[in-house]
């Protein structure tokens, strides 16, 4: 393979046999909930197991091993929102390589404290930037200045074929190919290294690739025609929120046939939550992204077989209380209110007594008393028992002598709350 030339099946094949031994085998379970619900034959790909909990060891191992000795000398350098960096800190530390890795500020500290965890003594954690480009930028100036190289974390055949032996696996585990597979997409290695080796192999499965909604940079190059930059992208899904696919990520997918989804970021929440409570699987946003697709029907005759790449579980538990927020609005359970009370005795008990329904529950009041001896304006957070009881709640307020606004999702005060 050179550098230019794209990814192939065998180029798959051989990567596999270079990572035998230093990637795990990870389990596919048969997940009972999605079985149920599609009426399909649903499988996990459990690559939050990994060593590095996620599969960006594959192709960051991949490349790096095949480097000579002199190059490896110089060093290497990448780039990464988290888990492409814990991939290549495993590969330094196994190849006894030094590596410098930039990440962004908004990755989690569970991830750079990993980060230079698994690297040992052989890597540097470098915090640069608000977005994976920031720290990409700050990459590249880095390799140009130092001659070290730069690892790619999706956008090199040699990566692309290290991510596309999950698809092997998967067959040789199923023991045949699936129906269909579906993959998290950010800047698309996984998804073109599944295209590369499935494509030749076996041409019959159908790939679905899962993306943020906020983040959805490959749908923009395949509507586009090419790889372009996306002016914004929300790093909730920190895993996937590339502005701009890779040209090699893009080249295997363009005219593969395969299908794209979108997920918003409440949906996702929801899937993570149900990972964990049903099937005890703690997944990271972009983890849960594939089985969050499967919200939508996937037009397979029952009983067909899918299987999902759970693609990461570094999740760090102090995001958890922002994910149960953002799952309770996804679901219709969650409302934000302004609400003007009238400066007068009992009218905070009136509100209770009359528009307050019996299972609804303020989560949130924040009253400030301002100097307007008529009015006072309140921020109030009601959670419902059923999405249903919003309308009831709407029309009691309309009732009510009280001024509401009810804050809407997107609105510059709903992210100010968020």
């Known amino acids: 393979m050179t550098d230019s030339a794209p990814a192939t099946a065998s180029d798959v094949e051989s990567a596999a046999g270079r990572l035998a031994g230093i990637v795990a085998r990870t389990p596919l379970e048969r997940n009972t909930y999605w079985s149920s619900v599609t009426g399909y034959e649903v499988w996990l790909k459990r690559e939050d197991l990994q060593p590095v909990r996620s599969y960006k060891i594959r192709g960051a191992y991949n490349f790096i091993v095949q480097l000579d000795e002199a190059t490896r000398a110089r060093g290497v350098v990448c780039a990464s929102a988290g888990n492409h960096a814990q991939g290549v800190a495993m590969a330094c530390e196994k190849l006894k390589v030094r590596g410098r890795i930039f990440v962004p500020g908004t990755t989690p500290r569970q991830k750079r404290d990993r980060i230079a965890a698994i690297g040992s003594n052989q890597v540097e954690v470098i915090v640069v930037g608000d977005s994976y480009d920031d720290a990409a930028a700050a990459a590249d100036a880095d390799a140009a200045d130092t001659g070290a190289v730069l690892v790619p974390a999706f956008d090199h055949p040699r990566t692309i074929a290290g991510q596309g032996t999950i698809a092997l696996e998967i067959v040789d585990q199923l023991g045949r190919a699936p129906d269909a597979m579906v993959v998290p997409v950010g800047g ?10 499935l494509g030749e192999r076996h041409p019959g499965t159908r790939i679905i690739g899962a993306e943020p909604l906020e983040a959805a940079s490959m749908a923009a190059a395949l509507a586009a025609g090419k790889p372009v930059r ?17 040209r090699h990520t ?13 997920v918003s970021d409440g949906r996702l929440c929801t899937e993570m939550l149900r990972l964990y409570q049903s099937d005890g699987i703690i997944a990271e946003p972009a983890g849960a992204l594939a089985t969050a697709a499967l919200d939508v029907p996937l037009d397979l005759a029952p009983g067909s077989t899918v299987v999902c790449v759970v693609s990461g579980g570094n999740n760090d538990i102090s995001r958890y209380g922002e994910i149960i927020e953002r799952s309770l609005i996804d679901q219709g359970l969650k409302h934000y209110f302004l609400v003007n009370f009238p400066q007068e005795p009992g009218a905070l008990r009136r509100f209770l007594d009359e528009v307050l329904g019996p299972d609804d529950d303020i989560t949130l009041f924040d009253y400030v008393k301002r100097n307007n001896r008529e009015a006072g304006p309140a ?3 009601i959670e419902l028992a059923n999405p249903d009881d919003l309308h009831a709640l709407m029309s009691r307020f309309a009732d009510s002598p009280l001024g509401v606004e009810r804050v809407e999702p997107g609105s510059p005060m709903f992210h100010y709350l968020l």
Do not use: K, M
């Not at 698309?188 to 080796?197: E, K, P, Q, T, V």
């Not at 996306?230 to 890779?246: N, Q």
């Open 188 to 197: 698309g290695g996984l998804i073109s290294g599944s295209c590369a080796w």
């Open 230 to 246: 996306l002016e914004h992208t929300d790093p909730f899904v920190d895993g996937a929120a590339v502005a701009r696919v890779g």
């Open 250 to 262: 893009f080249a295997l997918v363009e005219g593969s046939g395969i299908e794209l989804r979108t």
């Open 379 to 381: 921020l109030i957070g």
